[in-house]
């Protein structure tokens, strides 16, 4: 592994190259469909025009109830599934959030720049904390959009020699409300204590935003939402994948229309395939008029398939050499702890901590 990527990120018009940081939580034994089609398929592709930060965010995986054994394996998971859809450790930096430190301690900074009401607004914190109930529900589970805020910050672009450039993130349409919680904080921040930070844009795909869970279309598929039948997991074996994407609920008709209200089923279906193959809703709609269900259904478990079947084969030959892992891993939290080191000396002089050194 070279220190600098080895293949150049493509420069903006200024001249600079934007950076993009994303995470992902390991808080299960492979990402889904949703999470490959919402996010991870973007950090793969903007490796190669972004100088790139992604990482498994373990300190997030905590805030609900976990064995420590199971986090570590699915730490470990999470990384050579990420190394299996392409990422390259040469153009990334993939890292592991809990070996960089400073994340939580900017999460800290900003915890003290945010409102408890405003906290108490996000939505995702309120559907996990009713799951959760009061007695499951922890203060890390309320804070947790501070720490994501703090993640993608402490990559914000070097004052100084950052003016003009980007941070983006890609992430499914589930994360809008988080990102807008992290610019306001990003700006609370610069205008209290001098301008430090880039205002993060969130980089949202069009069409696969949310995916939808395959037994109940209008809820989105998720880790730890979702029934094994409605969630498609990237190392799932063929055979029950297949099954899974038969069995999707559809409606009681057989055309194959997208129509948000009335057919969510069949339209989330539409929506992956059109992600996956790169075709237009519109054309499927006209390719598979008169064919009902049971085909469009079996072709789209044949694309999944398709997609998946090398990534998981990947992914089991990476966790056959841990060693490998570990090192991509060291390396990963290298390279980011330099960015992120820099960016907390600028937060804690402009805070008004005293310097170890003065
Ligand atoms: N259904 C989805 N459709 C599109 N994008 C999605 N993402 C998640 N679900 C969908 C995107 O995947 C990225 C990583 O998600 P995460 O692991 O940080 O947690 P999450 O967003 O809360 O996803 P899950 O699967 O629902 O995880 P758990 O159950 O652990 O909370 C994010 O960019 C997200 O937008």
Known sequence: MSEAPSTPAAADAAGAVPRV??????????????????ALRQWVSMQDTHDAYYCVVDLHAITIEHDPATLRRRTKVAVAQLLAMGLDPDRATVFVQSQVPEHAELAWVLSCLTGFGEAGRMTQFKD???????GGTTVGLFTYPILQAADILLYSPEPGEGEGRALRVPVGEDQRQHLELTRTLAQRFNHRFGETFVLPEAHIPPGAAKI???QEPDAKMS???SSPQGIIDVLEEPGPMRKKIMRAVTDTGSEVVYDEEKKAGVTNLLRIYSALEGTSVADLERRYEGAGYGQFKKDL????LDTFTPIRERTLKLLDDEARLD???AHGAGRASEVAARTMDVVRDRVGFVGRGS
């Open 212 to 214: 939808t869970d395959l």
């Open 223 to 225: 880790k730890s939402a």
């Open 128 to 134: 996990k904390s009713s799951k959760q109930g009061t």
């Open 21 to 38: 940081l994303s995470g992902i939580q390991p808080t299960a034994d492979s990402f889904h469909l949703g999470n490959y089609l919402g």
């Open 327 to 329: 090192r991509v891993l």
């Open 301 to 304: 478990a044949q694309l999944v």
